[in-house]
């Protein structure tokens, strides 16, 4: 068993597998990763940066989608 | 050809369209069709499991000829736009955001002092900004100074449908603006759309009243005409106003008037 850390993740508790990269999270809760922007602390993670960028217990991880706007 | 100029984009069609509001995201496609729009606005949202189809960047990429144009809706200080347009030109690749600062949820009248903080620097940065404001011709002249690439003076509140309340300030906006105005917020019918475009304006953006209305795509389509129509009608040149009567048919020589 892998150890589990928890991030928070558009302001809700989110566990998972120690050594999870961000492409990692996406895939784990079902986001494509075309169509959302991820912010990690503040910091917007590029796609290309997404499978080397590790997450650590305490992130906090902003999922952002373009919905319906005027 | 007559192009709508914002930047180094041109665009043939002077109706933007948001897309908030609609009953699904289906009909709002099929009203971003028949309005023929080319800039269409979106809002950053977080992301939810439970509602992937809400995401609309997918569905909206897949129509042609279209550029989006992110919207800061949310924000209520300059500092929270600027980050607010700097993910979503992440997700875009779109230059385009309206910056759109309103901190009272009662009224959702846009903050000219943030507002105008928040365009200077993301002109800065190269954004082009699209400022959504009050009727301020003072304001609008600032935001044109530092690099806006047009100013979206409202003509009534968000959602109202009052209309261009504001028109004499939109006029003289008009007057004194070296970019384009766009009334954005509070058109109700496309009269009203018409009406912004012969007094000049460069474009008018249009959500609730397509959206909320009984069959938006054919709503979209009659903005798209009326706009078109508007701005002809400017381009022809309004005939100007009389305080009295001008004959158009002769009053002299009939059936035996003496002259």
């Known amino acids: ?70 | 050809m007559d192009f709508l100029q914002l930047g180094s984009y041109t665009f043939s069609s002077r109706l933007i369209l948001g897309t908030g509001k609609f009953s699904n995201a289906t009909v709002m496609l099929e009203a971003v069709r028949a309005s023929g729009a080319q800039l269409v606005t979106v809002a950053l949202r977080r992301f939810n499991r439970e509602q992937p189809e809400d995401d609309l960047l997918g569905p909206l990429s897949a129509i042609e000829g279209i550029t989006l144009m992110p919207n800061t809706s949310g924000a209520s200080t300059a500092a929270e736009a600027v980050r607010a347009a700097h993910i979503a030109r992440e997700l875009s690749g779109s230059p385009f955001i309206k910056v759109e600062i309103h901190p009272n949820p009662q009224h959702l009248m846009p903050d000219p002092i943030e507002t105008y903080e928040a365009a200077r620097i993301l002109a800065k940065e190269g954004f082009l900004v699209m400022p959504y404001i009050t009727a301020d011709p003072v304001l609008a002249k600032r935001l044109e100074e530092v690099g806006c690439a047009s100013v979206m003076p409202l003509g009534s509140a968000i959602g109202s449908g009052q209309g261009v309340a504001t028109a004499a300030m939109i006029d003289i906006i008009i007057r004194e603006s070296g970019i384009p105005v766009i009334v954005d917020a509070g058109l109700r019918s496309p009269s009203e759309a018409a009406h912004a475009m012969e007094m000049g304006c460069g474009a008018v953006l249009v959500n609730s009243a397509v959206a909320v209305a009984g069959n938006p795509p054919e709503m979209a389509e009659a903005f798209a005409e009326a706009v078109a129509a508007g701005r002809k009608a400017f381009h022809a040149g309004l005939m100007p106003k009389s305080g009295s009567a001008i004959a158009t048919s002769p009053l002299t020589a009939f059936l035996g008037a003496k002259e």
Do not use: C, W, Y
């Not at chain 1, 999870?20 to 494509?32: R, T």
């Open chain 1, 1 to 70: 068993m892998s150890q589990m850390i928890t991030i928070e993740l558009n302001g809700k508790q989110q566990p998972l597998p120690s050594g999870s990269a961000v492409s990692d999270l996406l895939k784990i809760i079902g986001a494509d990763g075309k169509n959302v922007a991820i912010v990690v602390n503040e910091q917007i993670i590029r796609p290309e940066n997404r499978p080397a960028h590790f997450l650590q217990e305490g992130d906090r991880v902003e999922l952002l989608i373009f919905a319906g706007g005027g």
